[in-house]
């Protein structure tokens, strides 16, 4: 599987989550050469009890190259 992906410092909140899908949004829209081709999911790496200042996750969309379609002969 390939991802865009961005890696994330801080708390594990929604609103984090959803800041970061859009920056890679904002990044598909400026690269048409990738399709979405699966749902976004959200990667944590650390435990509970570690400092939420400190928490590292990673948000990602599966993408595939959106090859151009040849026109029927």
């Known amino acids: 599987m390939t991802v865009v992906s961005i890696g994330v ?9 959803e800041t970061n ?3 890679l949004k ?3 829209e ?3 050469e990738y399709e979405v081709v699966g749902p976004p999911r959200r990667l944590f790496y650390n435990s509970p009890m ?4 400190i928490k590292m996750s ?3 969309i599966a993408i595939a190259l959106n090859f ?3 026109p029927l002969m």
Do not use: N, R
């Not at 410092?9 to 989550?17: K, P």
């Not at 570690?50 to 200042?53: A, G």
């Open 68 to 70: 151009p379609q040849s």
């Open 9 to 17: 410092q801080g708390a594990y909140t929604w609103e984090s989550y």
């Open 30 to 32: 400026q690269h048409p």
């Open 58 to 60: 990673e948000v990602q």
């Open 26 to 28: 904002d990044w598909l």
């Open 50 to 53: 570690t400092p939420e200042s």
């Open 21 to 23: 899908l859009q920056k």
